[in-house]
C-alpha cells in the first residue's frame, strides 16, 4: 500500500515538472519583444573626397582602429598658409618698439586657428570608436563626403538585450537587476535558453506596439522594459524572443 501511494506521488511530481516545463516551451512566457543592440552612427566632421575606406560589413573591429581616409589636401595648405603667417608676425615684432602686445594678440589668433585645423585633420582618419561589429557602410571609396553624412554603423552585438512589454499587473513584480530567462527559437524546433538581468523598465505606460505580443493580447497599456545579455553569436538584432522573469 505504502509502495503504490510512494509510486502515485512520484509519478505526480513528474507530471507537474514535465507540465510546467512544456507549458514555458510552448510559448506561455512573460512577455515577447525583439532583440536590439546599441548603434552607433558615425558621421563625418569634414567635407572631401573619401581617399580610401577599407571597412567590411559583417567584421568586427577594435576601439582606434582605422576605417578610412577624407582628402586632407585642403586642411594641409591650409595648416601652410597660418603657419605662414605666424612666421610673418613674429618677425614682425622685431621691428615695432612697443608692439608687442599687439603682435601677441595676433599669434594668440593664429594659434587658436591652428588648432581647429590640427582637430580637423586628424577626424579625417576614419577611427571605430567603440569595439564592434559594422553592420552598414553608407559611402564607398572616391565618393565625396561632407559634414553631417553618414559614413558607417557600428554595434555591440557581444552585449545584446531585448526590449519586452509587460502588463501593468506584471510591472510590480520586475524589478532592475532581476535575472531573467531569454528564449531563443533554435533549430530543429529547440529553443535556444540565455540568462539575463533587467536593466531598465519605463516609467512611462504605452499603447502596445502592433509588432509585439503580451501575455494577455488584448491588453493596450504595456511598460517597457529591457534585459540585457551576453550574446553568445545567437541572436540577431530584429529576432523574436521571449522572456521569463525568475
Not at 507549458?23 to 572631401?48: L, M, P, R
Not at 615695432?96 to 601677441?104: D, F, L, S, T
Not at 519586452?164 to 532592475?176: A, G, M, P, R
Request: aromatic residues 10%.
Amino acid at each position: 500500500m505504502k509502495r503504490g501511494i510512494y509510486n502515485y506521488l512520484i509519478v505526480l511530481l513528474l507530471s507537474v515538472f514535465f507540465g510546467y516545463s512544456c507549458q514555458h516551451k510552448n510559448g506561455n512566457a512573460d512577455a515577447y519583444g525583439v532583440f536590439e543592440a546599441t548603434e552607433i552612427t558615425v558621421s563625418s566632421e569634414n567635407n572631401g573626397k573619401i581617399l580610401f575606406f577599407d571597412a567590411e560589413e559583417g567584421k568586427i573591429y577594435q576601439k582606434g582602429d582605422l576605417l578610412g581616409c577624407i582628402d586632407t589636401m585642403q586642411l594641409y595648405l591650409q595648416m601652410m598658409q597660418i603657419e605662414s603667417s605666424m612666421k610673418a608676425v613674429s618677425d614682425k615684432v622685431k621691428g615695432i618698439p612697443g608692439g608687442k602686445e599687439k603682435v601677441k594678440n595676433e599669434l594668440e589668433s593664429l594659434r587658436y586657428q591652428k588648432m581647429q585645423i590640427e582637430k580637423s585633420f586628424q577626424s579625417c582618419f576614419l577611427r571605430a570608436p567603440i569595439t564592434g561589429t559594422l553592420t552598414k557602410k553608407y559611402l564607398e571609396p572616391f565618393e565625396l563626403a561632407y559634414q553631417g553624412k553618414p559614413l558607417y554603423k557600428l554595434a555591440n552585438l557581444s552585449q545584446m538585450y531585448i526590449r519586452v512589454y509587460v502588463t501593468e499587473d506584471q510591472l510590480s513584480q520586475i524589478k532592475l537587476g532581476q535575472n531573467a530567462d531569454i528564449h531563443i527559437d533554435g533549430t530543429n524546433g529547440e529553443t535556444k535558453n540565455m540568462m539575463g538581468k533587467v536593466s531598465w523598465i519605463s516609467s512611462k505606460a504605452e499603447f502596445t506596439p502592433k509588432m509585439i505580443q503580451t501575455k494577455k493580447e488584448r491588453v493596450n497599456l504595456v511598460y517597457a522594459v529591457k534585459v540585457v545579455f551576453q550574446n553568445d553569436g545567437s541572436a540577431k538584432i530584429g529576432m523574436p524572443g521571449d522572456v521569463i522573469f525568475k
